[in-house]
C-alpha cells in the first residue's frame, strides 16, 4: 500500500465494525509562504485539509506525516509537531458506526508552485479567518459584522449571569474591534463564534454566518488551532526560517513574521531583535534592484539554534492607531 495518508474514498473505505470501534485518523495543517500570504494545503475546492487512517507501516506517526507531505509537496518538512488529539464522540467515520480519533499535526514547508502557477489547493488562510489580518490596521469585519452579532447573542443570554459571561468573553476574544487585540486568541474566537451559531459548520447556525469559507467536519477549527500554534511559537522559536527561500531581505523576513502574526511590526525593534539574538548573517550578495537601492541579502544562521535556545521575545508588534 502507498505509504503515508491519503484523502481517496475507495483507500479509505473500512471493513464493518463494531458500534464501540475506533478509527485512527491523522490530519496535517500545512502551512506555506508565498507573496506575503500565509497558505495551508487544502484538498476538495479548500474544505478539507489533508487528511486519512493511519498507515501502520510508519514506526511513528510523524515519520508518517513527513511521508506524505514531502510525497505531495516535493519538499522535505522543515519543523513538524503535534497539534492535538481529536476525540469528540460527534466525530463519526464515514461508515456511521465507529468513533474517529482524530491526531493533527502542524508542519511548515515551502509551497509548489507548478508551471509558473500557484496551486489552487494552497490557500490564504485569511479566507477562512478573515477578522484574523489586523496587518493593515483593526479588521472592519469586527466591529461591522461580528460585534454586533454577538451582542445579539448576549442578550439572548437570558439570565443577567449569563449576559455577563458571555459578555466578558466577546470582551476578551474580540475587544471592541479596535484595541487590545491578542493575536494567540485564534481558536478560541472561532470557538466562540461557533457556540454563538455564526459559522455555518455551528449546529444550529443562523441564516446570516459571519464571513469566512467553512470547512467540513472540524476541520476549521483544528486550522484555528494551527494558526494558534504556530503564532504562539514565532515567539520564542524561530520557526518562521522553515517558510523563507535560503537568502532574503531583512524587510521580506519582517514581511514573513507578519503575515504569520497577522499584525504589523514595528521596523527598528524587529531587526534589532533579529540582529540581538544572531539569527541571520549577510550572505554578501545584494538584491538586483530596477529602481532604489539594493537591499542586502541574509541567510538563516541554523547552528544558532541547534548551539543555544533562542532567548524567547515578544514580537515587536505595532500597537492599532
Known sequence: GRAGFVHNAADMTPPAAPSDAVAIELNAVLVALTANQPLVLTLEDGTLLPSGPFATEHPTLQSGVRAWVERQTNHPLGYVE??????????????????????????????????????????????????????????????????????????????AAIRRERQQRVEVNFGDGAES???????????????????????????????????????????????????????????????????????????????????????????RLIDAQGLVEPTGASTAEARGRPAKLFRFRREVVLERAVLGSKLPLSRPI
Open 82 to 159: 503535534q497539534l492535538y488529539t481529536f476525540a469528540d464522540r460527534d466525530r463519526p467515520a464515514s461508515d456511521g458506526r465507529r468513533r474517529v480519533v482524530s491526531i493533527s499535526y502542524l508542519g511548515l514547508t515551502r509551497e509548489r508552485l507548478s508551471a509558473g502557477a500557484r496551486d489552487p489547493e494552497w490557500r490564504s488562510w485569511y479566507r477562512y479567518f478573515p477578522w484574523e489580518d489586523w496587518r493593515a490596521g483593526p479588521s472592519p469585519l469586527i466591529a461591522r459584522t461580528i460585534l454586533p452579532k454577538l451582542a445579539k447573542w448576549v442578550e439572548a443570554g437570558g439570565e
Open 181 to 271: 487585540w491578542n493575536e494567540d486568541l485564534v481558536l478560541q474566537r472561532y470557538e466562540l463564534l461557533y457556540e454563538a451559531d455564526l459559522v455555518p459548520e455551528a449546529r444550529h447556525p443562523a441564516g446570516d454566518p459571519v464571513p469566512g469559507m467553512p470547512m467540513r467536519h472540524d476541520h476549521r477549527r483544528i486550522l484555528a488551532t494551527g494558526i494558534a500554534r504556530l503564532r504562539a511559537k514565532i515567539k520564542y522559536r524561530p520557526v518562521f526560517f522553515e517558510l523563507m527561500p535560503p537568502e532574503f531581505t531583512l524587510l521580506q523576513l519582517q514581511r514573513a513574521v507578519e503575515a504569520l502574526a497577522g499584525r504589523p511590526m514595528h521596523k527598528q525593534n524587529f531587526r
